[in-house]
C-alpha cells in the first residue's frame, strides 16, 4: 500500500507539473487524464494505509473522521485557492499541487511503514475488468449528458454500450482467477448500501455546487474568486468532522448520522429551489451552511461503514469501491444537471437561465432524497 501511494503520487507529481508547462491543448488533456489516473490508485491506497494501520474501533473511526474532515478542508481551501491561482495565471493551478505532493511525498517516505517482505500476493493485474469497467462509467456517464442535447436514439446507443460493458465486467469478474473486484464483496450489504449512498449524496452534493457557480457567475456576474469564497462555508465540515462528529458517532451511531446527514443536504437543495435572480448572499448562506453540516454527518461515517468488517487484505478493494462510487457519483451528478439545465434553458435571457438552474436543482434534491431513502432501511 505504501508502495502503490508513494509510485503514484510521484507520477501525480511529474504530470501535474507537466501540465503547467503545457503549449498544447493535447498536452494538457493528457496530463489531466494521467493525474486523474495516479488519483484513482493512491486514493484508495491511502485510505487503505489508515485503515490497516488502525484496529477496528474507536481509533479507526477517530482516525477516518480525520481523513474526511481533511479532505473536506482541502477541498474548500482548493476552492478559494485555485480561483485566486487562475486570476493571476491559470498554470499555478498546475505547479501549486507539485508543491504540495512534494511535501506529502517526503511525509510519506518518512512516516508511514513500509509492508512486511510477506506481504506480496503475486496477483496479476486484471486489466480486462479494469478496462471493462473504466468504459461502462465514461459510457454512462457520457450517455447522461448527452441527453440534454443529442438525438434520441445517439443517448439511448451510448447508455445501451455502457450497461454492454458493465455487462461485460461482470462476466470478466465471476471468469477471472485474480478479479479487480471480488464478486463475494457485494454480499455484504452494509458495504453496498454504503456505497449506494455514497455514490447518490456525491451526485447531489457536485451537481449542486456546479449549479450554484453557473447561478453566480453566469446570471450574476460574479468573478471566480467572489464564487470561491461565497463557498468556502461549505468547508464548516473541515472542523466539524475531527471535532464534533466523533463524539456523534459514538452517542448515535453511524447509521443514524448517515441518515440525518442526508435529510439535511435534501433540506439545502430543497431551501435553494426557489432561487431568484436577486438573491443575496445571506438567502443563500442557510443552503450552503446546511451543505457543509451534511457533508461531515455523512462522508466520515460512510467511509466507516464502507470498511467496517472487512479483511484487511481487502481493505483497499473497499477503499477503492467507495471511492469510485464518490467519483462515479459526482460525475453522474453533474452530467444529469448539466442535462436538465440545457434541455430547461430556451434562450440566454435572465429569466430563461434562471428556468434552468431552478429546474436542474430537482437533480441533487432527488439524489438526496433517494439516498436517504436507502439509508434509512440500515
Known amino acids: 500500500r505504501r508502495r502503490m501511494f508513494v509510485l503514484w503520487l510521484s507520477v501525480f507529481l511529474v504530470f501535474s507539473g507537466l501540465g503547467g508547462l503545457a503549449t498544447e491543448g493535447w498536452m494538457l488533456v493528457t496530463a489531466r487524464f494521467v493525474t486523474g489516473v495516479a488519483a484513482a490508485f493512491m486514493t484508495p491506497a491511502g485510505l487503505s494505509i489508515i485503515t490497516t494501520g488502525f484496529e477496528e474501533g474507536p481509533r479507526r473511526n477517530k482516525a477516518l473522521l480525520f481523513y474526511s474532515g481533511t479532505a473536506a478542508g482541502g477541498f474548500s481551501i482548493g476552492l478559494v485557492v485555485g480561483g485566486l491561482l487562475a486570476s493571476v495565471d491559470w498554470r499555478w493551478v498546475f505547479f501549486a499541487p507539485v508543491v504540495l505532493s512534494a511535501l506529502i511525498l517526503i511525509a510519506a517516505l518518512a512516516l508511514v511503514p513500509g509492508a512486511p517482505r510477506t506481504d506480496r500476493t503475486g496477483r496479476s493485474l486484471d486489466l480486462a475488468g479494469g478496462l471493462a469497467v473504466?468504459?461502462?462509467?465514461?459510457?454512462?456517464?457520457?450517455?447522461?449528458?448527452?441527453?440534454?442535447?443529442?438525438?434520441?436514439?445517439?443517448?439511448?446507443?451510448?447508455?445501451?454500450?455502457?450497461?454492454?460493458?458493465?455487462?461485460?465486467?461482470?462476466?470478466?469478474?465471476?471468469?477471472?482467477?485474480?478479479?479487480?473486484?471480488?464478486?463475494?464483496?457485494?454480499?455484504?450489504?452494509?458495504?453496498?448500501?454504503?456505497?449506494?449512498?455514497?455514490?447518490?449524496?456525491?451526485?447531489?452534493?457536485?451537481?449542486?455546487?456546479?449549479?450554484?457557480?453557473?447561478?453566480?457567475?453566469?446570471?450574476?456576474?460574479?468573478?471566480?474568486?467572489?464564487?470561491?469564497?461565497?463557498?468556502?462555508?461549505?468547508?464548516?465540515?473541515?472542523?466539524?468532522?475531527?471535532?464534533?462528529?466523533?463524539?456523534?458517532?459514538?452517542?448515535?451511531?453511524?447509521?443514524?448520522?448517515?441518515?440525518?446527514?442526508?435529510?439535511?443536504?435534501?433540506?439545502?437543495?430543497?431551501?435553494?429551489?426557489?432561487?431568484?435572480?436577486?438573491?443575496?448572499?445571506?438567502?443563500?448562506?442557510?443552503?450552503?451552511?446546511?451543505?457543509?453540516?451534511?457533508?461531515?454527518?455523512?462522508?466520515?461515517?460512510?467511509?466507516?461503514?464502507?470498511?467496517?468488517?472487512?479483511?484487511?487484505?481487502?481493505?483497499?478493494?473497499?477503499?477503492?469501491?467507495l471511492y469510485t462510487s464518490f467519483q462515479f457519483g459526482a460525475a453522474l451528478g453533474l452530467s444529469a444537471a448539466a442535462a436538465v439545465n440545457v434541455s430547461a434553458t430556451g434562450s440566454d435571457s435572465p429569466a430563461a437561465l434562471l428556468d434552468g438552474y431552478r429546474a436542474a436543482l430537482w437533480v441533487p434534491l432527488v439524489a438526496a432524497l433517494a439516498a436517504a431513502l436507502i439509508s434509512g432501511f440500515g
Do not use: C
Request: aromatic share 10%; glycine share 12%.
Open 134 to 321: 473504466t468504459a461502462a462509467i465514461m459510457l454512462l456517464v457520457l450517455g447522461v449528458e448527452r441527453a440534454g442535447h443529442a438525438p434520441l436514439v445517439q443517448t439511448l446507443a451510448t447508455l445501451g454500450a455502457g450497461l454492454v460493458a458493465l455487462a461485460a465486467f461482470i462476466v470478466v469478474e465471476r471468469r477471472s482467477a485474480a478479479p479487480l473486484v471480488r464478486p463475494g464483496i457485494f454480499r455484504d450489504t452494509a458495504l453496498v448500501r454504503a456505497n449506494a449512498v455514497g455514490l447518490l449524496f456525491a451526485a447531489g452534493f457536485f451537481g449542486f455546487q456546479f449549479l450554484v457557480v453557473l447561478y453566480l457567475q453566469e446570471l450574476r456576474g460574479w468573478s471566480t474568486l467572489q464564487t470561491s469564497f461565497a463557498m468556502i462555508v461549505i468547508g464548516i465540515d473541515a472542523i466539524l468532522s475531527p471535532v464534533l462528529v466523533p463524539k456523534l458517532v459514538d452517542r448515535f451511531g453511524n447509521a443514524r448520522l448517515i441518515l440525518g446527514g442526508l435529510v439535511l443536504a435534501s433540506l439545502s437543495y430543497g431551501l435553494f429551489l426557489p432561487v431568484g435572480a436577486d438573491w443575496t448572499y445571506p438567502v443563500m448562506l442557510p443552503s450552503l451552511l446546511l451543505l457543509g453540516l451534511a457533508f461531515a454527518l455523512t462522508y466520515g461515517p460512510l467511509t466507516i461503514v464502507a470498511t467496517e468488517g472487512v479483511d484487511e487484505e481487502e481493505q483497499g478493494l473497499a477503499g477503492g469501491l
